[in-house]
Nanobody
Framework: VQLQASGGGLVQAGGSLRLSCAAS????????VGWFRQAPGKEREFVAA????????YYADSVKGRFIISRDNAENTVSLQMNSLKPDDTAVYYC??????????????????WGQGTLVTVSS
């Protein structure tokens, strides 16, 4: 599975961005997908995840209520809508996936495939 993350950019605090993760090579239908981020000098951290059919979603406490993860299996894409952005959200955002039905992970080690990352910069 190849993943392509896109949608990053520069936005002012309080603004919104929508990230997309597109999969190629295989259908996304039986894969869980997670979003992670890594700020300069920090560990990569969990942001949000969604199970294979979109019925279950999980969020880090730091983004709960502001970010929404969703998926379109027909289009092989997973999106991360980011609202009320804060300077602390500045990071490179990565999508990751693993073939898994009904379950989803929140740790980097759980995922098998990773996209290249897209940079989100939130100015104050």
């Amino acid at each position: 599975v190849q993943l392509q993350a896109s949608g990053g950019g520069l936005v002012q605090a309080g603004g919104s961005l929508r990230l997309s993760c597109a999969a190629s090579g295989r259908t996304f239908r039986s894969y869980a997908v997670g979003w992670f981020r890594q700020a300069p000098g920090k560990e990569r951290e969990f942001v949000a995840a969604i199970n294979d059919n979109g019925g279950s979603t999980y969020y880090a406490d730091s983004v709960k209520g502001r970010f929404i993860i969703s998926r379109d299996n027909a289009e092989n894409t997973v999106s991360l809508q980011m609202n009320s952005l804060k300077p602390d959200d500045t990071a490179v955002y990565y999508c990751a996936t693993k073939r898994a039905v009904g379950v989803v992970g929140r740790s980097t080690w759980w995922y098998d495939y990773w996209g290249q990352g897209t940079l989100v910069t939130v100015s104050s």
